[in-house]
Structure formats: C-alpha cells, structure tokens
C-alpha cells in the first residue's frame, strides 16, 4: 500500500458528461501529480501542485482542470467527455516539491461510452 | 527540455535469463533518477533511484548505475522469474528547482516458465 488513495476505482460515463477524481496523498506528502495513462499514449503528465499552487502543466487539455485543497487532497475534473478521454488516471504524490520519488495511486479507470 | 527514452517492448524472456533495459535521457540539470515496476492492475511503485553520478541503485535483485558520461541508467537482473513480469518504466526528476517526474514509455517484460 503506497498510502495514495484515489476514488473512485472505477468510472463509466457518457460523452459529454463531467466527472471528478479525487486523491488523498500521502500523510505529509506537500506534492501531488496527475497522470493520464492511455495504451497508445503511455504514461502522460498531467498537472503537479505543491502545498496548494500550481507548480507545473504537463499535456493537460483545457477542458480538465485540478486542484490541491487546504488539507492537501487533490481533485481532477474532466469535462465535455470524449470516448478518448477513457484512460487510467493515476495521482501521485511526493513529500518535496522534485528530485524525490513519487508514491503513486491505484488508479482511477474512467470509460466513457 | 528534458527527456526519458528506453526500450521498446514487449521483452519476452525465459525464466532464470538475464534482462537489461536500456534507458537513457536528457536533462539540463542534474536529476535523481529512477526505475517504477507497474504489475497488472496496478499503481506504478518505486523499484529503485539514484541520485547522482555513478550511484547505483538496488532492489529485489534488480539493478541500475547512473551514468552521467553516456546519460544512462539502464536496469539489469541477473536471473528473472516469472512473477517480475510487468511494465517498468525510467523515470527523472530534476533537482534543480524543477518540478515534474517525466517518465520513459515504459517495457513491457514477459518472463515464460
């Protein structure tokens, strides 16, 4: 157990929709990322905050968005769906903000129909 | 800006064989680098890290020795089993006030009885 949590495990929605992934880091960790991972795309980088500040954009759309809260746990929100956003969705997260290991989540896997 | 390739998979291996990975990168700094094992259905784990020149990291029989001169970290084991099956993927992250973790791919390792 990485002590990542990540909810929910599973997600099925339509195009269209919106929807939001949430993750807890672990306990004192200030870092929190978002990954995409697609079978055609590998591992993709989307966003990294530090103790509640943007700190880096990967390949993120514009029509996602995140964000890191007061008691660090960190959010994702998708929306507009397309059937290509279906991907496994990871958050990791680090106690410093780089040069550290990230300790990474089971996961998020949205499917959308 | 900074990079991670390595091998190609899908590796396909018998058991007891030896397993090299190849990994290289580009960084403009000096980064920490490591190796993450994702298993099926799984999060992505931490197998081992270097954090500077000629450091060689270790973990489950695994290895991998910072090569500052070729840029290099390539992963090796000497004899793998069944159960190392899984994706491994190379990873930097950048010291120097930098602030994402950018991975490589990742192989896919097969390992047959």
């Known amino acids: 157990d990485s002590g990542v949590t990540q909810t929910p495990k599973h997600l099925i929605t339509a195009t269209g929709q919106r929807v939001t992934l949430r993750c807890s880091p672990r306990s004192g960790d200030l870092s929190v990322y978002w990954y995409q991972q697609s079978l055609d795309q590998g591992l993709q980088f989307l966003i990294q905050?530090?103790?509640?500040?943007?700190?880096a954009k990967g390949n993120i759309l514009e029509r996602f968005s995140a964000q890191q809260f007061p008691d660090l746990h960190s959010e994702l929100n998708l929306s507009s769906l397309e059937l290509g956003d279906s991907a496994l969705y990871f958050c990791?997260?680090?106690?410093?903000?780089?040069?550290?290991?990230?300790?990474f989540g089971q996961g998020t896997r949205l499917t959308v129909v | 800006g900074d990079s991670v390739t390595q091998m190609e998979g899908p590796v396909t291996l018998s058991e007891e064989a030896f397993l090299t990975i190849n990994c290289t990168y580009t960084?403009?700094?000096?980064?920490?680098l490591f190796w993450y094992v994702q298993y099926p259905g799984e999060g992505l784990q931490l197998l081992l890290k270097a954090t500077k020149a000629d450091d060689k990291g270790s973990n489950k029989g695994f290895e991998a020795t910072y090569r500052k001169e070729t840029t290099s970290f390539h992963l090796e084991k000497g004899s793998v089993q069944v159960s190392d099956s899984a994706v491994y993927f190379c990873a930097l992250s950048d010291n120097t006030g930098g602030f994402k973790t950018i991975f490589g791919a990742g192989t896919r390792l097969f390992v047959k009885a």
């Open positions: 960084a403009t700094g000096y980064p920490s």
């Open positions: 905050y530090y103790n509640g500040e943007e700190r």
């Open positions: 990791a997260s680090s106690a410093q903000v780089s040069g550290t290991e990230a300790f």
